[in-house]
């Protein structure tokens, strides 16, 4: 991972060399940051010089005269993206632009977070602080450091170079670096699921995963990894049947934070689709673009990052994450079109398409979660079709859920987040789409509503428990880049359910 800045608070003072950094707009002028105790006598009549008013972009002055400052940055505070959230969202989004602004910076930084009336409260200086470590989030761990081709002679050396040292000047200093840590806990969270969605195949596999998902046990977060005979003894014949074409054998890891002492509470849980690598099986996807499937496994590094984020922040609720982790190989023992597998729920399921294989590892997944724990609510995600990215693109996920009131909370803490979902249908008519001749169900639907079948499938193993499945297969990789994040791994889905669960079920 790229070095993260490191950002401490502090009160107001006079800022005499480094770089600074002053967001611009309905809020605070050029000339007058840090609250106009610094004022630079000529900024005023530079921005205006070259057309900024703060509404958007940034202007960068360097040396200038009468000072010994390296440069002065302004940042244009808002943002017209319609991928933005609220208050707090926009806050990161403009961290995010200013990381942006500093990507070639040496030397120290000083943010002056705040208008001449004092209007950056502590979680909005804190949220700015998070949306830089967002974007400053790249995966070049497999890449040697070059000099870069726009020109960058000193990328090499900044390679081996000491982290970017940021000071945010703001009113409440104190306050900001309390509002930071659960931040950058929630941070945390996203870059963790972006690590593991970037990763390659012949890296992680389903024992490697594991291990990762294993590792948050030192922040305090239960852990039981199931393998694939103890997972054979419990009967999730639809699963393992995804998984016996690999050379890799499956795991289940079932994650556990218990951050609230009412024993009456039900859990809330969240079940992740971890196929580490995706190639059809025997219907086997074409060539082309294949190498995006190593990131089929978004649903279940999105959990294992959402238990990260609870865990860290110590979110008082009990949380449970569930992930199963396979690899869909074609193969001598892999499955086959035609096969009849029992879940572990004993339905019988006749596999039509061996790449329709997320849905039967989340049958077990689920059915799993729901029996043991009985959850108030189960939220999955899943890189589930191929057919949401026609129905909504990539700048939505798509939201399927048998209960308006976790519908209305997911779809609030998108707009909230910026992580935005969109509810589809579901319906009897859908569901008699994949009666099977044979078996209790088929596992496709045939060619018309695929992200509405397979959404359908998962529901014949949920029962009255409310719940949700979020498809995710347009966000959760190879999505359009945005102010804080500017991988091809997103981590979509992390921040999302962190405030749906902060908003509505912490106590
Ligand atoms: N992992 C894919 C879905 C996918 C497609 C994710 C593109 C990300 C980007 C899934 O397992 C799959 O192959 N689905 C099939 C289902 C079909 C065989 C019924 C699809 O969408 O084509
Ligand atoms: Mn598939
Ligand atoms: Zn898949």
């Known amino acids: 991972m790229a070095q993260m800045p490191r950002i401490i608070f502090k ?41 900024f008013t703060g509404a958007s972009g940034t202007l960068s002055l360097y040396t200038p005269a009468a000072t010994d400052l390296d440069a002065v940055i302004g940042v244009a505070d808002g943002s017209k993206s319609d991928q933005i959230g609220d208050a707090h969202d926009a806050a990161m989004a403009l961290g995010g632009r200013i990381q942006a602004t500093l990507a070639k910076t040496r030397g120290a930084v000083t943010i002056v977070a705040d208008g001449p009336d004092g209007v950056y409260d502590p979680q909005t200086v804190a949220a700015i602080a998070g949306g830089m470590l967002l974007r400053a989030y790249k995966f070049d761990r497999y890449q040697s450091p070059k000099d870069d081709e ?60 594991a291990a990762r998902a294993a590792a948050l046990e030192k922040l305090g977060v239960e852990i039981e990894v199931l393998t694939k005979k103890e997972m054979e003894k419990l009967g999730m014949r639809a699963l393992l049947g995804v998984g016996q074409g690999s050379g890799r054998e499956s795991r289940l890891v079932v994650m556990r934070w218990r951050g609230t002492k009412a024993k009456a509470a039900k859990p809330v849980a969240f079940v992740g689709k971890g196929v ?38 110590k979110a008082k609720v009990d949380a449970i994450g569930v992930i199963g982790l396979v690899e869909n190989m074609p193969d001598g023992l892999a499955q086959r079109p035609g096969d009849i597998v029992k879940a572990m729920s004993g339905a019988t399921i006749e596999i ?5 294989e ?18 108030q609510f189960v939220v999955n995600l899943a890189t589930l079709t191929g057919a949401i990215l026609v129905a909504l693109g990539n700048l939505r996920a798509g939201l399927f859920c048998n209960d308006d009131a976790l519908a209305g909370q997911i779809f609030d803490a998108g707009e909230a987040t910026g992580e935005r ?52 297969a347009g966000t959760g990789m190879s999505s359009p880049a945005t102010d804080i994040s500017d991988t091809w791994a997103s981590g979509f889905g992390v921040r999302l359910l962190d405030r749906m669960v902060a908003d509505a079920y912490e106590k």
């Open 276 to 313: 580490v690598f995706d190639t059809g099986g025997i219907s086997i996807k074409p060539a082309a673009g294949m190498e995006d499937m190593k990131g089929d496994m978004a649903g279940a590094a999105c959990v294992t990052g959402l238990m990260h984020a609870l865990a860290a922040r």
């Open 421 to 472: 979902v969109w509810r589809m249908p579901l319906g009897k008519s859908y569901d008699k789409l994949i009666d099977s001749k044979f078996a209790d169900m088929k596992n496709t639907g045939g060619r018309y509503a695929g992200s509405i079948t397979a959404a359908q499938f998962l529901q014949r193993f949920v029962g009255d428990t409310p719940w949700a499945h979020l498809d995710i």
């Open 358 to 375: 997320g849905r039967l590892v989340l049958a077990d997944a689920l059915h799993y979660t729901i029996d043991r724990f009985k959850p």
């Open 11 to 51: 009160p107001f003072s006079k800022i005499t060399s480094g770089t600074v950094v002053v967001p611009v707009g309905r809020k605070l002028k050029m000339g007058e940051f840090a609250g106009g105790l610094a004022a630079i006598a000529g900024l005023e009549k530079a921005a205006a010089a070259a057309g």
């Open 150 to 209: 726009n020109g960058d002679q000193n990328a090499k050396a900044r390679a081996k170079d000491k982290p970017l040292a940021v000071t945010i000047q703001c009113a409440d200093a104190a306050g900001a670096k309390k509002a930071f840590k659960d931040v950058a806990a929630i941070a945390d969270g996203v870059m963790l699921a972006r690590d593991l969605v970037n990763e390659p195949a012949n890296m992680l596999g389903p024992v490697e995963f």
């Open 352 to 356: 039509i398409n061996t790449d329709a």
